[in-house]
């Protein structure tokens, strides 16, 4: 076994190898780019070494500077982790060169999986089902028209070196191909440097199933078991759990061997995915064609950790350190259901932007002990940190295990309701909205879940005002309480003289402006009212910090988060926010946007679709930016003329800086 290893990449995935490698007495090194000077993965290794800027391409990226590394601090091994450089044939190479065991599979491996066409080839040869297609290389337009006019409509195009979900479009029919495929090719080149497209059947009511496999360097291979990550958006993935729901033992048996045959054509190395897409027939049934292999471990492999009670990261340091496969095919087995939620700093109601700022508050449901617990939780950031523009939007995830699927959903539910965040917008309270989807509870899955179940899913609000607004007040008074003097004349909630005195509240909730009234009754009690909401409030508070509520007649416990003037409230049945107005500070304040378009967002802009003169309609793209990994269209918000363009391409900008000027 390896005495040290570099684990080069960041986050929760740097942290999560780090403490399979302590458990095993094995040191690591970290490395680290300025933005993750304090992160939570420099602080979980033994050692450090600062790479370079923020950006990957100035740090995590660098692979002859990770090499360097490496070589300095005495590690034996790199462990990539997963994104960055985990598929990169050629650092996976050098490390070879520099005497380094990279912790994945072969290079050769990474390279004929690496390409979607040569990849099919290969498989096809391996007799793993295929979706019926064409994977050449001739690239001539008309005849890629020919083979979509075989294959039957509705088609795919790919990118051939796509991911991600760039470089593909579906062709409903014969007459829209063209265009398409223009337009694929245009986002490959500039993607992937690579126009190169296959075309496949579009496979309709569509599964994600995937198959986690494992090789080791004496020949062996094993399946242990499938995961379903059905539930998508963006083509990228937000829910995923272990076993598939609906998963025959037979079928289970054929995709493993499928899978196996994938891995041994290629003399598949330590962990790696083989993806499927499962056709869902009229009858019940399903067929399953291979998709892609992943040559990593993957994001989502804590749910197949869960369900067989290994440790993944442990069999990838022992078969890279030259050992056998831990147990063989017969000797694995399933226990209950595990499901992994992605939590993300995003906003699902704005089209799932991601949103960067520090975590003000970071609370977590009780975590239990590691591979087979009832919560676990893979993160790399803390309270106080923060999210920055750099790298990808994910938080945490949160993996929940049960004894069956609804247990594990009860189990998933209640643990995301006790996630607590502000600072950052987050897609918790879209997750909840997910799981109690008819959908998504009664195991009806396919690719286009979120999109089938749009309406009860975006632009929800699960609390309301009149309970909004009598957690803010409660927590104003309970605050006002805490700080006010014994003095009887300084308080506001005693006995009043004079009978009952009111106190005006005013809010901002949802986009709106809305009024509440709170009444001191002459024997101390209090009654509110908010819109045509009214009632007695009773008030109380736990040591733990959590609130009581007696409101609308109904007992609430709640925590409320004050951030600046706005209050994030946060119950069993969701959470909302809303913002007391103070009518002195706004008065005066005169100052509106006009035409100023600015940033939604730290990052990068990518270019300008106008340039100073241009004529422009509501809606019309203006500028694309760039930030977590995804591109954003920035659009008019109205008609105009451009005045000025007041970034170039390439430049940084800060969230809210001004982009260009646009006159009515």
């Given at each position: 076994?390896?005495?040290?290893?570099?684990?080069?990449?960041?986050?929760?995935?740097?942290?999560?190898?780090?403490?399979?490698?302590?458990?095993?007495?094995?040191?690591?090194?970290?490395?680290?780019?300025?933005?993750?000077?304090?992160?939570?993965?420099?602080?979980?290794?033994?050692?450090?070494?600062?790479?370079?800027?923020?950006?990957?391409?100035?740090?995590?990226?660098?692979?002859?500077?990770?090499?360097?590394?490496?070589?300095?601090?005495?590690?034996?091994?790199?462990?990539?982790?997963?994104?960055?450089?985990?598929?990169?044939?050629?650092f996976a190479q050098a490390c070879a060169d520099a005497g380094l065991v990279f912790i994945?599979?072969?290079?050769?491996?990474?390279?004929?999986?690496?390409?979607?066409?040569?990849?099919?080839?290969?498989?096809?040869?391996?007799?793993?089902?295929?979706?019926?297609?064409?994977?050449?290389?001739?690239?001539?337009?008309?005849?890629?028209?020919?083979?979509?006019?075989?294959?039957?409509?509705?088609?795919?195009?790919?990118?051939?070196?796509?991911?991600?979900?760039?470089?593909?479009?579906?062709?409903?029919?014969?007459?829209?191909?063209?265009?398409?495929?223009?337009?694929?090719?245009?986002?490959?080149?500039?993607?992937?440097?690579?126009?190169?497209?296959?075309?496949?059947?579009?496979?309709?009511?569509?599964?994600?199933?995937?198959?986690?496999?494992?090789?080791?360097?004496?020949?062996?291979?094993?399946?242990?078991?499938?995961?379903?990550?059905?539930?998508?958006?963006?083509?990228?993935?937000?829910?995923?759990?272990?076993?598939?729901?609906?998963?025959?033992?037979?079928?289970?048996?054929?995709?493993?061997?499928?899978?196996?045959?994938?891995?041994?054509?290629?003399?598949?190395?330590?962990?790696?995915?083989?993806?499927?897409?499962?056709?869902?027939?009229?009858?019940?049934?399903?067929?399953?064609?291979?998709?892609?292999?992943?040559?990593?471990?993957?994001?989502?492999?804590?749910?197949?950790?869960?369900?067989?009670?290994?440790?993944?990261?442990?069999?990838?340091?022992?078969?890279?350190?030259?050992?056998?496969?831990?147990?063989?095919?017969?000797?694995?087995?399933?226990?209950?259901?595990?499901?992994?939620?992605?939590?993300?700093?995003?906003?699902?109601?704005?089209?799932?932007?991601?949103?960067?700022?520090?975590?003000?508050?970071?609370?977590?449901?009780?975590?239990?002990?590691?591979?087979?617990?009832?919560?676990?939780?893979?993160?790399?950031?803390?309270?106080?940190?923060?999210?920055?523009?750099?790298?990808?939007?994910?938080?945490?995830?949160?993996?929940?295990?049960?004894?069956?699927?609804?247990?594990?959903?009860?189990?998933?539910?209640?643990?995301?309701?006790?996630?607590?965040?502000?600072?950052?917008?987050?897609?918790v309270q879209f997750l909840r909205g997910i799981l109690r989807t008819e959908s998504f509870?009664?195991?009806?899955?396919?690719?286009?879940?979120?999109?089938?179940?749009?309406?009860?899913?975006?632009?929800?609000?699960?609390?309301?005002?009149?309970?909004?607004?009598?957690?803010?007040?409660?927590?104003?008074?309970?605050?006002?309480?805490?700080?006010?003097?014994?003095?009887?004349?300084?308080?506001?909630?005693?006995?009043?003289?004079?009978?009952?005195?009111?106190?005006?509240?005013?809010?901002?909730?949802?986009?709106?402006?809305?009024?509440?009234?709170?009444?001191?009754?002459?024997?101390?009690?209090?009654?509110?009212?908010?819109?045509?909401?009214?009632?007695?409030?009773?008030?109380?508070?736990?040591?733990?910090?959590?609130?009581?509520?007696?409101?609308?007649?109904?007992?609430?416990?709640?925590?409320?988060?004050?951030?600046?003037?706005t209050a994030h409230v946060f119950t069993a049945d969701g959470a909302t926010k809303i913002?007391?107005?103070?009518?002195?500070?706004?008065?005066?304040?005169?100052?509106?946007?006009?035409?100023?378009?600015?940033?939604?967002?730290?990052?990068?802009?990518?270019?300008?679709?106008?340039?100073?003169?241009?004529?422009?309609?509501?809606?019309?793209?203006?500028?694309?930016?760039?930030?977590?990994?995804?591109?954003?269209?920035?659009?008019?918000?109205?008609?105009?003329?451009?005045?000025?363009?007041?970034?170039?391409?390439?430049?940084?900008?800060?969230?809210?800086?001004?982009?260009?000027?646009?006159?009515?």
């Open positions: 076994m390896f005495k040290k290893i570099l684990i080069a990449n960041r986050g929760e995935i740097a942290c999560r190898v780090a403490a399979t490698a302590r458990r095993m007495a094995v040191r690591t090194v970290a490395v680290y780019s300025d933005a993750d000077a304090h992160a939570n993965h420099v602080r979980a290794c033994d050692e450090s070494v600062h790479l370079g800027g923020s950006a990957p391409k100035e740090s995590y990226l660098r692979w002859e500077k990770i090499l360097e590394a490496a070589k300095a601090t005495g590690a034996e091994a790199v462990h990539p982790g997963y994104g960055f450089l985990s598929e990169n044939e050629e994945g599979p072969p290079p050769s491996a990474i390279k004929a999986m690496g390409l979607k066409a040569e990849s099919k080839q290969l498989m096809e040869k391996a007799d793993v089902p295929l979706v019926p297609g064409y994977h050449g290389a001739d690239q001539n337009p008309e005849l890629l028209q020919r083979e979509a006019d075989r294959i039957g409509y509705p088609v795919l195009i790919k990118a051939s070196a796509g991911g991600g979900g760039k470089g593909m479009r579906i062709v409903e029919k014969k007459g829209d191909f063209a265009a398409a495929l223009a337009s694929c090719q245009r986002e490959a080149i500039n993607s992937f440097g690579d126009d190169a497209v296959l075309i496949e059947k579009y496979v309709q009511r569509p599964r994600h199933i995937e198959i986690q496999v494992f090789g080791d360097t004496h020949g062996n291979y094993v399946y242990l078991f499938e995961r379903d990550c059905s539930v998508q958006r963006r083509h990228q993935k937000v829910l995923e759990e272990a076993p598939a729901p609906g998963m025959t033992e037979a079928m289970r048996k054929q995709m493993g061997e499928a899978a196996v045959a994938a891995a041994r054509a290629v003399n598949y190395v330590g962990a790696g995915t083989v993806e499927f897409i499962v056709e869902q027939r009229d009858d019940g049934s399903m067929n399953f064609f291979f998709m892609e292999m992943n040559t990593r471990l993957q994001v989502e492999h804590p749910v197949t950790e869960a369900i067989t009670g290994l440790d993944l990261v442990e069999w990838q340091l022992r078969v890279a350190s030259g050992e056998p496969l831990p147990l063989k095919q017969e000797q694995l087995q399933i226990h209950g259901h595990a499901i992994e939620a992605r939590i993300c700093a995003e906003n699902p109601d704005n089209n799932f932007l991601p949103a960067t700022g520090t975590l003000h508050v970071y609370r977590k449901p009780q975590a239990t002990a590691f591979q087979r617990s009832r919560v676990r939780i893979d993160d790399g950031v803390r309270e106080g940190g923060v999210i920055s523009p750099f790298y990808d939007s994910m938080i945490a995830k949160l993996i929940v295990h049960g004894a069956t699927r609804e247990e594990a959903l009860a189990r998933l539910d209640q643990a995301l309701a006790q996630t607590h965040i502000v600072g950052v917008a987050t897609n509870s009664k195991a009806k899955l396919d690719t286009a879940l979120i999109e089938r179940e749009r309406a009860v899913l975006f632009d929800q609000e699960p609390l309301g005002l009149p309970l909004a607004a009598a957690a803010s007040i409660a927590n104003t008074l309970l605050a006002e309480k805490a700080t006010t003097s014994a003095d009887p004349f300084s308080r506001r909630d005693g006995w009043q003289s004079h009978g009952i005195a009111t106190r005006p509240f005013e809010f901002e909730f949802r986009g709106e402006t809305k009024a509440a009234e709170l009444r001191y009754l002459h024997d101390g009690a209090l009654a509110l009212s908010v819109g045509d909401v009214a009632g007695p409030l009773e008030i109380g508070s736990f040591p733990t910090g959590e609130l009581e509520l007696m409101f609308n007649g109904r007992r609430h416990t709640l925590n409320v988060y004050e951030d600046q003037s913002t007391a107005v103070d009518r002195l500070a706004h008065a005066g304040d005169t100052h509106a946007e006009g035409g100023r378009l600015t940033a939604p967002m730290p990052g990068k802009v990518v270019s300008f679709a106008v340039k100073a003169g241009d004529k422009v309609s509501r809606g019309q793209p203006l500028a694309v930016m760039e930030a977590m990994k995804m591109e954003h269209t920035i659009a008019a918000p109205a008609d105009g003329t451009v005045e000025e363009l007041l970034f170039a391409p390439g430049d940084q900008v800060t969230e809210g800086a001004e982009l260009l000027r646009i006159a009515a």
